[in-house]
């Protein structure tokens, strides 16, 4: 019986669904991230992201989208070097290392949008987010400048791959196929122990 009922609400919501407009979409933007720790060496990176959509129509005015997006995000590392930094020993070079560690991840955000007058929508909802590749590469390096350049990969089998969260934004169509997306996550897992993810995005939508 429980079963019936189900089926039965799984259809109702379908066949709600279907008196609207629902649409697949490509999208594409980039992004500005960070890790979110106790300790303050970490700085916002830009990175990019792409990926589909389906806005799903609950009615007029509001509508469910999940989303599947493969993006490249993370982070930027400086740390100064000085005489504490090398425990007292004289110093080669001082100045800052400075490094992006870069994630490649694929991201599944499921967003409730309500249009708030004409066109522009918020959108608030969850997110989870898969990691399939991360490596460092350093960018400034005082000491020895022909290091710069250089790509570190880290070992997946010893990091924390699932990540989960919250994120919230403005949706504001600019044709009734293309539209602007502006977008701000908030990791709520404490990823390896000792960071948490922030991004902000920025991108355009298309309707297909």
Do not use: W
């Not at 609400?9 to 594409?28: E, H, L, P, R």
């Not at 919250?166 to 502006?182: K, Q, W």
């Amino acid at each position: 019986m429980k079963k019936a009922n189900l089926l039965i609400a799984i259809v109702i919501c379908f066949t709600a669904s279907a008196q609207f407009d629902n649409s697949f979409g490509i999208k594409a933007g980039t992004n500005y991230s960070k890790y979110i720790a106790d300790y303050d060496t970490y700085k916002r990176k830009i990175g990019y992201y792409v990926g589909g959509f389906f806005n799903i129509r609950i009615s007029d005015k509001t509508s469910i989208r999940p989303e599947l997006l493969l993006a490249n995000q993370g982070t930027k590392t400086s740390i100064e070097i000085n005489n504490d930094f090398n425990i007292g020993e004289p110093v080669i070079a001082e100045g800052e290392i400075v490094s992006n560690i870069n994630q490649l991840v694929i991201l599944l955000p499921v967003n409730f949008r309500i249009e708030l007058i004409d066109r522009l929508h918020l959108e608030l909802g969850m997110q989870a987010g898969y990691l399939v590749k991360i490596q460092e590469v350093l960018k400034k390096v005082p000491y020895d400048p022909s290091l710069e350049g250089e790509k570190n990969k880290f070992p997946l089998s010893e990091l924390d791959r699932f990540d989960f969260g919250l994120n919230g934004g403005l949706g504001f169509e600019i044709t009734d196929r293309l539209e602007l997306n502006a977008r701000y996550g908030l990791g709520l897992i404490e990823l390896n122990n000792f960071y948490k993810t922030s991004v902000i995005s920025l991108g355009l939508g298309f309707k297909i």
